[in-house]
């Protein structure tokens, strides 16, 4: 079933902290239209099942840690860039650079379901291009504002197949990112820099200037201009936000098994140094016989934290000890 929301809803879930509210396009008020949301009065979320089966709103009436804003139609392709889009919390399959191109699951119509007033379920069609038809569950906690994020992966083809989970949220990069660092890194600085993106030029010795080493922590500062790799086991990512939100993504990390791409990465970090941070955590590669399938789930949270100003002025850990405190 499709949930219909009220326009006003969309627009001001759409919303970035001081933002103005502007009248949507109508063609953009009609899709949007078919949105679902789920509410418990501390967040609410907001799916679009049309376009890859993405979240687009996560946070409070009014605000929206998700880089998508409602107002304008255009921003289902960031600054009109295929590669970036399309905008909000997406969720994708790896292994990058190997697996099929699969335009089906990135940004087609998925079928959207609201099994109770804190539930979504979002179903991908079959997808011959990847071998895989894909289930995202969203469950919001009754009283916090964790939401947990599951994508299964199941194949539908008579031969095995290896995928791998990749999340894929777009934030402002306005912000600082906190990621813990491998103390038993296999790469020499705890983390590797694809220095061209697009040309796949990897760094195994970066020293990028948005990038600071402390207490066992690299903190990103809003100068990221390339796709950050790390092979931490700690299991969770901070973003810190100038509307005063600590973003906290935390997830599994198995080191006894394989991960995939090109440098086995179990997170990573992208931005293309204007508007966009994508914020990447990883999951191990899947050996998934015919009709197997596999689950990896996120867990979020939005808490109420000073933004820092500086990269200086972060406290790694500090924020380490929040997070440890979630449930």
């Given at each position: 079933?499709?949930?219909?929301i009220p326009l006003f809803c969309l627009l001001l879930a759409g919303l970035h902290a001081g933002e103005a509210v502007a009248e949507?396009?109508?063609?953009n008020a009609e899709w949007r239209s078919q949105c679902l949301m789920i509410d418990n009065g501390k967040v609410r979320v907001i799916a679009d099942p049309l376009h890859g089966g993405r979240l687009i709103a996560y946070g409070p009436v009014g605000g929206?840690?998700?880089?998508?804003n409602l107002a304008h139609p255009e921003w289902l392709f960031p600054?009109?860039?295929h590669w970036t889009g399309p905008a909000g919390g997406r969720f994708d399959i790896g292994p990058e650079e190997v697996v099929p191109a699969h335009p089906a699951l990135w940004t087609g119509p998925w079928n959207a379901d609201r099994p109770d007033p804190l539930r979504l379920r979002l179903t991908s069609p079959a997808d011959e291009a990847s071998g895989l038809q894909l289930i995202r569950d969203f469950v919001l906690g009754r009283d916090s504002t964790r939401l947990r994020c599951t994508q299964t992966m199941r194949n539908i083809t008579?031969?095995?197949?290896?995928r791998s989970y990749w999340g894929r949220s777009l934030v402002d990069c306005g912000g600082i990112s906190v990621v813990p660092l491998n103390p038993d890194s296999r790469f020499p600085h705890g983390y590797v820099t694809y220095s061209g993106w697009k040309t796949n030029q990897i760094s195994l010795k970066p020293k990028d200037p948005s990038v600071t080493i402390r207490d066992g922590f690299a903190i990103v500062g809003p100068g990221l201009e390339?796709?950050?790799?790390?092979d931490g086991t700690a299991g969770w990512i901070a973003h810190l936000s100038p509307t005063g939100v600590l973003f906290v993504k935390r997830y599994t990390v198995f080191p006894d098994r394989r991960y995939t791409g090109v440098a086995g990465l179990t997170a990573s970090l992208w931005s293309d140094g204007k508007s966009l941070l994508e914020i990447e955590p990883l999951g191990p590669e899947e050996h998934l016989a015919p009709g197997e399938s596999a689950s990896f789930s996120e867990d979020w949270w939005l808490l109420p934290h000073p933004f820092p100003g500086t990269v200086e002025q972060v406290d790694p850990l500090a924020v380490a000890r929040i997070v440890a405190g979630l449930k």
């Open positions: 079933m499709l949930l219909r949507a396009p109508p063609a929206n840690i998700l880089q998508d600054n009109n860039d008579d031969r095995p197949l290896r390339t796709k950050l790799g790390f």
